[in-house]
């Protein structure tokens, strides 16, 4: 069945430091992919999404393309903050069938 | 810009006992979820309702029951809560079971003693 492979960190940064968390993914169809922040105490919040190859997700000065020739969608941000501090997941669906996530990334910003 | 509402927030249960948790979304959406929380384990899927009327079995179903009462509410009961059973509980919603994102809750914090 589907699946997603995510770095599992922690990831520990400087704050303005550049963010990669890793995403791939394996899917027997053509699925959209997503990325979801969860900050402490709350639900998962939707990051950004894209639903074709080469498409690119932005949003809140995060990036992630969807790469279909490596199955990857891995997330960037080119200068962390300590608010961004959270746990991210790399999630995929396709029609018909269920959400599959990743087992999230914490993300830990320091000062 | 309610979204997906839970309730309660906080919960704490003697073994055995039982609870519903209700989960009710204003977005018009046809498909449902309930998910649980653990540390170390992710999000898996409890239960899920494509559309009204129909539900079904995800990934740890065992000692929980749902009930898709209408189009916007989805509830999830646990008939002889098991300290297994503590975690956190999340609602979700989307349009359809499709490629379509989910919607959460801020989630159910539950606790079994």
């Known amino acids: 069945g589907d699946s997603v492979t995510q770095m599992e960190g922690p990831v520990t940064l400087s704050e303005e430091a550049f963010l990669t968390i890793n995403c791939t993914y394996t899917a027997t169809g053509y699925p959209s992919l997503f990325w979801y922040v969860q900050y402490p105490g709350e639900g998962l919040q939707l990051l950004l999404k894209a639903t074709k190859a080469d498409d690119k997700g932005s949003n809140k000065g995060f990036e992630a393309t969807y790469r279909k020739e490596t199955t990857s969608f891995h997330l960037e941000k080119g200068s962390v903050q300590v608010s961004d501090s959270a746990v991210y997941f790399c999630a995929l669906a396709d029609y018909g069938q269920n959400f599959v996530f990743g087992p999230g990334t914490r993300l830990s910003v320091l000062p | 810009n309610a979204g997906v509402t839970q309730t309660p927030k906080f919960q704490v249960l003697k073994t055995g006992q039982s609870m519903t948790l209700q989960c009710a979304q204003d977005m018009n959406h046809n498909s449902m979820y309930w998910y649980r929380q653990d540390p170390g384990m992710g999000l898996r899927l409890i239960y899920y309702?494509?559309?009204?009327?129909?539900?079904d079995k995800g990934e740890v179903p065992n000692g929980y029951n749902v009930s898709r009462l209408n189009k916007r509410e989805f509830s999830l009961r646990l008939e002889s809560a098991a300290p297994s059973q503590t975690s956190v509980y999340f609602c979700a919603s989307s349009a359809d079971l499709s490629n379509q994102p989910q919607h959460f809750g801020d989630g159910t914090r539950l606790s079994i003693l």
């Open positions: 309702s494509a559309s009204e009327g129909t539900t």
